[in-house]
Every structure is written in structure tokens, then in C-alpha cells.
């Protein structure tokens, strides 16, 4: 026997093609899914991103547009201490287990399960149409998952491949020398169609059991008898009659936990502007009644001002010489900075210049108490 140089076994390995340009692809592909959650990890680990601290408001953020209710965001939210180490520690996994090519299979039913899990929870979001922007590269992953298990990745230039290989040879070896033959390496086994099976139940399962939570959770919102009480929070953008700045009035405002359904009535002139990113979100269903009829893009051709809080995950525009309503529900008490983006200033460059970021005027504070 001596050294062996092909496939190990006769069994599992022989069916695939572990040298061929087809194969190195696959392998390729594998190391660049290992890539992008590196990628992922160095951006949760960065300090200045405040991935650990933004945790909760993030899941918040999609509660509004969780289907079935916002109770499964709630409960992530509360939890972020468990829920942010949990989605750290997965990443940390599935970074190092795909640029190894270690333990291969179990990452891509790991990463296909978590994949599914993100995808089950932005549904609400996803299927508006015209369709949020936030529906993320999920869909790809999973794709990129199923195409690296049925091609078998991490038959090659992997740790999965060198173990398999020094076991197969330890095998060979006792074998000659008649002593009792170790198990053959788990990642090489013939396993592969129970594996896949596997695989699929376990991403429809996760998809399914999520989409169950996301129903059967119940939401946190203080509901009280009978219908939901609801704060109405009214707010007009005037003219300022000293300096003739656009002023959002009241600037600094508090409101309760729970529902509040705002109005913006906009007193200010019709604006075009072009580079408007003009997406609403963090509202529910993703959506803003302008003027009575509900926008997810609001028409660039008229945005004057408009309300963004980036720790709630909020952005509304406000078109001049109309009325915006729009429902967010609040879970957590805080402080938290508005600012209007659109470019609203007086001086040569309107996006930086007053109001544009002066308190009071373009700018001010929301108070959840
Ligand atoms: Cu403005």
C-alpha cells in the first residue's frame, strides 16, 4: 500500500471530481463566503460601530415590519445581550469554517440555517411591494449554501481534505500492519444525501419554526382593554417669521411607549430633489400616507424636508405643501436625535448650511418616556 496519492477511499470520495476546475471553483466559492463573514465579523468587532450597543434598537428597528406582530422583535430586542453574542459567536464560526474549509458541511447548514432564520424575519419587509431595500443578501447566501452542498465543498484545499487524508492513510497503515482500522473521517463519509436531506429540512424548518415565533410571540407594546391606545404626535414645518428658515415645530417633543401615529402637516414649498434616497422606513408596514395615500418611495419630484431618527431605524420625507402620517411603535424609553436630510439650507451649500442641523429648527430630540 505505501503512500497514497488519489482519493483516500473507495466509498464517498470517489464520486466527486476533487481536483478538476469545477471542483477548485466550488472551492473558491467557498473561500469567498468565508470572506464576506470575516468581512462581517471585523464590522461587528470595530468599536466605532457600536454593533454590541446598537443591537437591540437594531432588531427593534424591524418590528414594525415583522409579520404577525412585533413580539418576536421585542423578545430579540430585550435579549440583545444573548441574541448579539449568539449572531457574534455564528459569524465567528462561519468565517473561520469557511476559509479552512473545516467542518465544511455543518457550516452550511449553520450558515443555510441562520440564512433562513434572517430571511423567515424580514419577510414583512421584503414582500411589499414595490419591495424594501432591506431585503439583504440572504437569498444569495442560501443559493451560494445549497450550490456548495450539493457540489461537496471542502474536498480541496482544506483542513476537512488534509484530515480526511492522514486518517485514510493511518487506516491503510493499520490495516497492513493487521491492527485494529480507525473510523473513517466523518467529513469524507457517505453520508452525503442524508447530509443534504438534512440540509433542506433543516433551512425550511428554521424558515417555518421563525415564521411560527414571529405569530405566536406575543407583542410587548402596552395593549390595555380593547383597542390598542394610540398617541397622536402632530408636527408643522413653517416658516420662521425673524429669519424665513423652514422650523419644525415642536422641535423637542415626549412620547409614551406604544403607538404613536404622527403627522408632519408641511407648510414649506414644494422641492425637487433629485439624489433623495426617498425610502421609508421603520414606520409601519414600511409605508407613509401622504395627503391619504400610502408611499414606500416617496416621488422625489417633491421632498421639502424630512424626519429621520437612525437609532429607531426611521426615515420619513415630508413633501412641502402636504400632510405626512405615519405609525411607529416604541418599545424603549430614551432619548433619541431626529434630523431632517433633505438638503434644506439657506446658504450656498444646502446641505450643510442653516437650518440644515440647527436645534430647534432642522434638528431636535424625541423623548420616550
Ligand atoms: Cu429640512
Request: proline share 8%; net charge neutral; with cysteine.
Amino acid at each position: 500500500m505505501g503512500e497514497t496519492s488519489g482519493p483516500p477511499t473507495g466509498t464517498g470520495a470517489r464520486r466527486f471530481d476533487v481536483s478538476g476546475p469545477r471542483a477548485l471553483a466550488l472551492e473558491f466559492l467557498r473561500i469567498a463566503v468565508g470572506l464576506v463573514w470575516a468581512l462581517n465579523l471585523v464590522f461587528i468587532v470595530a468599536p466605532q460601530n457600536h454593533w454590541f450597543a446598537d443591537f437591540s434598537a437594531t432588531a427593534l428597528s424591524y418590528a414594525p415590519t415583522t409579520i404577525g406582530g412585533p413580539g418576536l422583535a421585542q423578545y430579540v430586542g430585550a435579549h440583545a445581550a444573548v441574541f448579539s453574542w449568539l449572531v457574534a459567536l455564528v459569524t465567528t464560526y462561519l468565517a473561520a469554517a469557511f476559509l479552512l474549509g473545516f467542518t465544511t458541511r455543518l457550516a452550511c447548514l449553520v450558515g443555510g440555517v441562520f440564512s433562513a432564520i434572517l430571511l423567515a424575519t424580514q419577510v414583512g419587509s421584503t414582500f411589499v411591494f414595490p419591495g424594501g431595500t432591506d431585503v439583504g443578501e440572504h437569498p444569495l447566501y442560501l443559493v451560494i449554501y445549497i450550490a456548495l452542498v450539493v457540489g461537496g465543498a471542502g474536498r480541496t484545499l482544506s483542513v476537512d481534505r488534509w484530515l480526511s487524508d492522514t486518517l485514510a492513510r493511518r487506516r491503510a497503515e493499520h490495516a497492513a500492519r493487521g491492527l485494529p482500522v480507525p473510523r473513517r473521517a466523518w467529513t469524507a463519509g457517505p453520508s452525503y444525501r442524508f447530509f443534504l436531506a438534512y440540509f433542506t429540512a433543516g433551512i425550511l424548518v428554521s424558515f417555518a419554526v421563525t415564521l411560527g415565533l414571529m405569530v405566536a410571540v406575543p407583542s410587548s407594546t402596552p395593549s390595555g382593554v380593547g383597542p390598542t391606545p394610540v398617541y397622536y404626535e402632530n408636527l408643522t414645518v413653517s416658516l420662521n417669521p425673524v429669519n424665513g428658515w423652514p422650523q419644525y415645530t415642536p422641535a423637542n417633543f415626549t412620547v409614551p411607549t406604544g403607538r404613536v401615529v404622527f403627522t408632519i402637516t408641511d407648510h414649506d414649498s414644494p422641492m425637487n430633489w433629485s439624489q433623495c434616497p426617498c425610502v421609508v422606513s421603520g414606520t409601519d408596514k414600511s409605508v407613509e400616507m401622504v395627503n391619504g395615500s400610502p408611499d414606500h418611495i416617496v416621488p422625489s419630484s417633491n421632498v421639502a424636508h424630512s424626519f429621520n431618527i437612525p437609532q429607531l431605524g426611521l426615515d420619513v420625507y415630508s413633501p412641502g405643501q402636504s400632510v405626512v402620517v405615519f405609525t411607529i411603535d416604541l418599545i424603549n424609553t430614551g432619548t433619541f436625535v431626529w434630523f431632517c436630510i433633505a438638503p434644506c439650507g439657506a446658504g450656498a451649500n444646502p446641505y450643510t448650511t442653516p437650518p440644515m442641523g440647527t436645534p430647534g429648527f432642522m434638528t431636535g430630540t424625541m423623548t420616550v418616556s
